[in-house]
């Protein structure tokens, strides 16, 4: 038997209902906001990530599903969003059309990765994109909206953390801070961080080894090299979330892990989740677009995991009740009665009522073994008797009762009791 790859996760019917809920609701907040959908293509040339994400990441040196087409040009499956979003901006002259613009997204994932709890190597995200505004208003508009989604999944125990890292004049007098304090520890630090230490110091504070993180925790914090505009940006923010009623803690250790991003930067983090517990994370990216095109667009955006997510619906008891099953099961007794009951399903079905008829020619009793394991509602049934009467018993599963009822009433009835 072939198996399905290793970090993928089937979504069988039988739990999709979790993953409406997700998606129904990152719809419904997303258009609040007046943010509209995007949809891009699954693979991109492998250039836009290695520029768009940056190639000091682990998602770029380790991650990304690469591969040579049948034209021999190297394609990559996305690793996140953001860089087909600024993409297809940027592509489309939407810079030059009506800002901000504002872009939502729900997508499949790829990254190498080694497999375990609320770690695949196929998942799926929600993000949202906001292009073209430059103050602190957008980046409350977005932490917001991210706030007002897992709230409205019900999710009490996630807890947002943000800071600031500033722009790239006040990171350097930083980067050497930071040079100057990891320079004596780094024989001691893992091979990621010592090439992080040349390349890029600040991402050493996003290492996950213990070790490292040991001596990260005493490094110098970026709040206390922020320059005026960033630090009155970051403030701005801060007391925009605070009236909003947003909550907060301010958690200097927060680099993310992408490098094109600047000033604001934010988690939402559930302890529910165990190690993986950064359920959604996002930050500013004023740098990004230029460097993709050489035009100079802020931006700000956040990605949630849908599979953490459910994880943390799962152990802060807010998954969603199941699907129900039909509305209304026709069973039949006869061959005539079948038919009747085939065609009054359709009838059904054209009101809007979910209905369901025997496919695998049961006896009625079978009928309505399958009616109840499935959860149907209302079970009609049709024999000799009611065709002559024109009517048919109804038995509601839930009350157990039955009651007789005109074949013409039927969508009335049930609709009413639904
Ligand atoms: P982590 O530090 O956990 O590796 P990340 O910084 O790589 O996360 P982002 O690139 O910010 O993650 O992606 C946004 C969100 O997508 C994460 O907060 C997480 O919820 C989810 N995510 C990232 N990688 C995976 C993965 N391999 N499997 C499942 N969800 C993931
Ligand atoms: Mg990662």
Known sequence: MIQIPKGCKDVLPSQVYAWHKLEDTARSVAQAYAFKEIRTPVFEHTELFARGVGDTTDIVNKEMYTFLDKGGRSVTLRPEGTAGVARAFLE?????????????????????????????????????????????????EI???????????????????????????????????????????????????RSRFEKNPMRILDCKEEGCKAIAAGAPR??????????????????????????????????????YYSRTVFEFVSAAAGAQGT??????????????????????????????????????????????GAACYLAGMDAPSREKAFLLAEELRREGISCEVDLMERSVKSQFKYADKTGARFVAVLGERELAEGAAQVKDMR???????KFEELANYIQRRL
């Open 222 to 259: 970026m709040l206390e090299y922020l320059c005026d505009d960033c630090r009155a940006h970051f403030e701005s923010v801060k007391n925009l979330l605070s009236k909003a009623g947003v909550g907060f803690t301010v958690n200097p250790s927060i680099v993310r892990g992408l490098d």
């Open 92 to 140: 489309h002259g939407l810079a030059g059309g009506v800002l901000p613009f504002k872009a939502y997204y729900l997508i499949s994932a790829f990254r190498y990765e080694r497999p375990q709890a609320g770690r695949l190597r196929e998942f799926h995200q929600f993000g949202c994109e906001l292009y073209g505004a430059a103050g602190a208003a957008a980046d409350a």
């Open 143 to 193: 932490i917001s909206l991210a706030d007002t989604f897992l709230k409205k999944l019900g999710l009490k125990e996630v807890a947002l953390q943000i800071n600031s890292i500033g722009c790239k004049h006040c990171r350097a007098r930083y980067h050497e801070a930071l040079k100057a304090y990891f320079a004596p520890h780094i024989g001691e630090m893992c091979g990621d961080c």
């Open 279 to 324: 359920v959604l994370g996002g930050g500013r990216y004023d740098t990004l677009l230029e460097q993709m095109d050489g035009k100079s667009v802020p931006a700000v955006g956040f990605a949630a995991g849908m599979e953490r997510l459910l994880m943390v619906m799962e152990a802060e008891n807010c998954m969603p009740p199941a699907d129900m």
């Open 399 to 405: 009350a157990s009762s039955s009651e007789c009822v």
